[in-house]
């Protein structure tokens, strides 16, 4: 293997926050880095690419003050955080984790709906709060097989949690922006329509202007009061003070949440319902996915540099 070039050879990579350690390991014999946050002029006339790892905001006048910039390289799935509209006319190139997270996702969102059906969170509590001896076998729940399943956004993360739950024997269905000719499952075209025929809703689609609380209370009635809604894509999918009324006025049975409107925020009435289990934004995560998200983030860069085609890019 060819030695790396010297240290001032190496392409510059603007960072818009802190490396994982995990990442920084990986790429420091590849890449020159400045932190976006206290790079000089120099540096920010010369870098042509911009790692977002993880979350945070980029702006518009964050590409503003990178006037080389043309590849904005994430390392998630969901790009809701970046401007796009500014990306867009600057004619920048953005990339995503592509597939990395796919598996690890729906295992996830299999995972949060059987933990809601049968009640496993609120089931562990009553063990070990004693009461299982004082009070007697906790309250029977409903069965997972079978379920009507609607799917929403049908892409690297919803076609894998369809998969797994066909192996269930649930019946799926799914919402998205148009048909999927090569899905086995049924398509509808409209959202209320998909929660009316399902008992479970799964949500794994982009936040976009268009898809901001498409889970509204209308839907949520249409899901009905033995309905339970699953989110692994974004927080603002969902109207989320209009989800807390539902819940607590018995609109829907129960939800599996991993992600919030205003993380790392949690509604305060959450913590109390059984009905609800709840995680930290981490479906995605487990050594595996940050593994493959780093061999894309690497090929993404590797392949800008040199001048061949990226690997997982978006349509802008």
Not at 18 to 46: K, N, Q, S, T, V
Not at 176 to 185: D, G, H, M, N, V
Not at 295 to 304: G, S, T
Request: aromatic share 6%.
């Amino acid at each position: 293997m060819a030695a790396p070039p010297p240290a001032d050879e190496r392409p510059l990579v603007m960072l818009a926050q802190a490396l994982f350690p995990e990442f920084a390991a990986a790429l420091a014999g590849r890449y020159r880095f400045a932190l976006l946050a206290d790079a000089d002029a120099a540096a920010a006339d010369e870098a042509r690419a911009l790692l977002v790892g993880g979350l945070p905001r980029v702006t518009a006048q964050h590409l503003g003050v990178l006037p080389a910039l043309k590849l904005v390289a994430c390392t998630s799935v969901g790009v809701d955080h970046v401007d796009l509209d500014a990306c867009r006319s600057r004619g920048l190139s953005v990339t995503n984790a592509g597939a990395a997270f796919a598996a690890d996702s729906a295992d996830y969102a299999v995972g949060l709906l059987v933990a809601v059906l049968r009640r496993v969170a609120a089931a562990d509590v009553y063990v070990r709060s004693g009461r299982w001896a004082a009070d007697g076998d906790y309250p029977l729940t409903t069965k997972v097989s079978g379920k009507r399943v609607g799917i929403v956004g049908l892409g690297n993360i919803g076609s894998r949690v369809a998969r797994r739950l066909a192996a269930f024997g649930c019946a799926v269905s799914y919402h998205s922006r148009s048909p999927k000719p090569s899905a086995p499952y049924p398509f509808v075209p409209a959202l209320r329509d998909l929660a009316a025929g399902s008992d479970v809703l799964v949500l794994s689609c982009a936040l976009t202007d268009e898809t901001k609380h498409m889970v509204n209370r209308d839907v949520m009635e249409a899901l009905g009061k033995g309905g339970v809604l699953v989110n692994v894509g974004r927080g603002g999918l969902v109207d989320e003070p209009e989800l807390l009324r539902c819940l607590r006025q018995g609109v829907i049975g129960g939800a599996g949440l991993d992600v919030y409107e205003n993380e790392p925020a949690v509604p305060p009435e959450l913590l109390a319902m059984e009905n609800v289990v709840l995680s930290d934004h981490r479906a995605v995560l487990t050594p595996e996915s940050i593994g493959g998200v780093l061999e894309v983030v690497i090929a993404n860069l590797d392949a800008f540099f040199s001048g061949r085609p990226l690997v997982s890019p978006m349509e802008l």
